[in-house]
């Protein structure tokens, strides 16, 4: 019996012993996976922060550095006294460089003694000696490339905040010291980009040198920081000197943080990101809170659930993982499968094209060849490079980096001739039928930019559809706009160009929103949301309209509206192609062009046509022998990419110097001709037939005499 007592106490003492100590070890368990998850979370957190850090000071970096090549490009073997000369032209194309970087406060173009030639900030500069500033003195012995300074202040009489350096050397033409190009950045630019990143109690940012100058930080500290080379975090990034996370103690203000940093790549630059470890720990011991409150009987039953819990999220995460992953392989896959139709059907186009090139070259070489058969074969050679040529075009227009001008084309035509890059777009699973007009329909309009708008529109089908469907595109007249607006309408009437498809239409609470920019339905990464509103202000811009009609679930009709034009002359283009080559004997041109090839060419071509040519390799080589003599010339020919100086500024050169000289440019593709055009001069685009370019020559050449007359009269 006592024996049964004593089994039954003993019992009873261990449950006792057991409900103290089950629950307390659950607790420490709990508080210890807490512990590690809450770290782990933090680890992420500061590599996420770190990863945006990073990338917006390499982008920022990287803005600046080509902002100093620009200015280095515009100053490039320019001696100091013609920069002083153009020191009011530079000045404001300083401000407006500054104007559009909001991290830089200035921009400095200075001689080899440290005096400024011009700055973005007054005119003129003040005759302040900067040669003891250390963004000057760095580049006097030799070109370092891009140097990052300490943080300064303004020296007076400039005032504001405190910035640091980001300079290049200035080479003379023959490799020596000239001076130094150099931008003003504000480190309270980073400080408050990193405010507003760092959100998160105990968050920290630093951007600092190689050398343990500290250049912005956050929380900001108003003094200047320079780390210690022997002091714990340079030991660290010695250890590592790419990248790494540590927890570590700050010998600035004696905080002890989890701190990752990673070194920007091609420049001296490190980016730090961190937290806390106090607000790690406070993390934790809110969490670890939260079991206490309930007692040790209600912490042996929440730990289980929450280990059920933990054990399901992570499931749920795993397979959400795998989805999100498989969901990334897919949209990867349709744009290679995208890519790859248009780059086929491009590569397909262009190979039948080199074909009959090639094949006729071959031919031409045979021996004894009939007349007949040689001219045909030129006359393939010559209508293949035309086909090439326009197909370019079409390619430019669609990537909207064409120089695009208004101009008289046949509207079905080109949609006809824009068939065969749609189909490319929207895949062999559409079916793709072209209503063409009756009768030529002739509109004045900017003929890339309409090829833009009805790629968009077709694009747009193409997305409604799920790649199954019809794509219909019909060319007609209409009287008038179908708006009820009191526009002015046109005495000749519209062509309207419709798009219709068969796929899920617009909802009505759409219909007013779908030409916002960046309204789109799409999911993310699916569409910008800028195809329909490029429609609509290319419509708008044109005097058109464009409207739309739809269904949910049968399918929408987008209609383009665009002024006609009464007669049915050829576009401007085609009048330049189908002309015949001019007599040019009394005519000299100087010719700039710095592929060689090239310029024989039109050389050849010009003297075997009767013109005086003189070809020149250069910009710099242009305006020397203009110097020599403008009066010689009557006309000026010159590429648009060149380097040092492009044509487009030796012709706003030759306009400042020598007004009355016209300027034709030629050019296959450039980016500042398809942003800002050709500011107002004759432009022949490439390939150009020996009929395009001795046409351009004339037509400018007569304008010239045709203006001295007048002024004589």
């Not at 290319?538 to 049968?554: D, I, L, M, N, T």
Request: proline content about 5%; some cysteine.
């Amino acid at each position: 019996m006592q024996t049964a007592q004593r089994n039954s106490l003993r019992l009873l003492q261990w449950m006792m012993v057991a409900s103290l100590a089950l629950p307390l070890a659950l607790f420490v368990f709990a508080s210890a996976v807490s512990w590690v998850s809450i770290r782990e979370t933090a680890d992420r957190e500061i590599e996420r922060a770190l990863d945006v850090a990073h990338e917006h000071a390499l982008k920022v970096f990287e803005t600046i550095d080509r902002s100093l090549s620009e200015v280095a490009e515009i100053v490039r073997g320019v001696p100091d006294a013609d920069i002083i000369a153009r020191e009011q032209a530079l000045h404001l194309r300083l401000k407006q460089l500054v104007a559009s970087l909001p991290q830089v406060k200035s921009v400095w173009i200075f001689d080899a003694k440290g005096h400024a030639l011009v700055n973005s900030l007054v005119v003129p500069p003040p005759a302040i000696d900067f040669s003891d500033r250390d963004y000057f003195k760095s580049h006097v012995a030799g070109d370092i490339g891009t140097y990052i300074g300490e943080a300064l202040t303004p020296r007076p009489p400039y005032q504001g905040a405190a910035f640091f350096g980001v300079s290049r050397r200035r080479p003379s033409e023959d490799g020596g010291f000239a001076g130094v190009l150099q931008a003003s950045v504000f480190p309270e630019y980073f400080e408050n980009y990193y405010a507003r990143i760092g959100r998160e109690p105990g968050s920290y940012f630093a951007l600092g040198r190689t050398d343990g100058a500290v250049l912005a930080r956050f929380p900001a500290i108003d003094r200047d920081i320079r780390l210690d080379p022997n002091g714990p975090i340079e030991k660290v990034v010695a250890a590592d000197p790419t990248a790494d996370l540590v927890t570590v103690t700050s010998p600035t203000d004696g905080i002890e943080r989890r701190l990752g940093y990673r070194r920007l790549a091609e420049y001296p630059i490190y980016v730090g990101a961190g937290l806390e470890t106090s607000a790690i720990r406070a993390r934790w011991l809110s969490t670890v809170s939260q079991h206490l409150i309930f007692g040790a009987p209600a912490t042996a039953l929440l730990f289980a659930l929450l280990g059920l819990a933990l054990r399901r999220t992570r499931h749920l995460h795993f397979e959400a993982e795998k989805r999100e992953a498989a969901e990334e392989a897919l949209k990867h896959g349709q744009r290679l499968e995208a890519l790859g139709r248009l780059t086929g059907g491009v590569a397909h186009d262009f190979n039948n094209l080199l074909t009959v090139i090639r094949a006729s070259v071959d031919l031409l070489r045979r021996p004894d060849l009939p007349e007949p058969r040689r001219l045909r074969y030129i006359d393939a050679i010559s209508d293949t490079v035309t086909r090439a040529a326009k197909l370019t075009g079409q390619l430019l227009a669609f990537a909207r980096r064409q120089t695009l001008k208004p101009e008289v084309f046949d509207v079905g035509r080109s949609v006809q001739t824009l068939s065969e890059m749609i189909g490319t777009l929207i895949g062999s699973r559409i079916e793709i039928v072209i209503l063409g007009p009756e009768e030529p329909c002739f509109v004045n309009a900017d003929a890339g930019q309409f090829e833009t708008a009805i790629i968009n529109m077709a694009v747009n089908a193409r997305d409604a559809m799920e790649d199954r469907g019809r794509l219909t595109i019909a060319v007609g007249m209409a009287a008038s706009l179908p708006n009820a607006a009191p526009l002015p309408q046109n005495p000749y009437g519209y062509v309207a160009v419709s798009v219709a498809d068969t796929g899920i239409g617009i909802p009505p609470d759409q219909l007013e929103r779908i030409f916002e920019p960046f309204f789109t339905t799409k999911q993310a990464g699916h569409g910008t949301g800028l195809g329909l509103s490029q429609v609509f202000g290319f419509a708008k811009q044109s005097g058109g309209e464009v409207v739309v009609a739809s269904e949910v679930g049968k399918g929408s009709i987008f209609t383009l509206y665009l002024p006609r034009t009464a007669g049915g002359g050829q576009s401007l283009q085609m009048l330049r192609a189908d002309a015949s080559a001019i007599d040019g004997r009394g005519t000299s041109v100087l010719l700039v062009e710095d592929n060689a090839e090239v310029g024989q060419f039109a050389a050849d071509a010009l003297t075997d046509l009767g013109y005086t040519t003189r070809l020149v390799g250069s910009g710099a080589h242009a305006l020397e022998e203009l110097a020599a003599g403008a009066d010689r010339f009557d006309v000026v020919f010159t590429d648009v990419v060149m380097p040092g100086m492009t044509g487009l500024e030796l012709a706003q050169e030759i306009r400042r110097r020598h007004a009355d000289l016209p300027v034709v440019l030629t050019s296959g593709y450039s980016h500042v001709l398809s942003e800002h055009g050709s500011y107002g001069f004759e432009l022949l685009q490439k390939p150009y037939s020996v009929e395009q370019l001795s046409s351009a020559l004339h037509r400018v050449v007569r304008s010239r005499k045709v203006r001295r007359a007048n002024a004589v009269t």
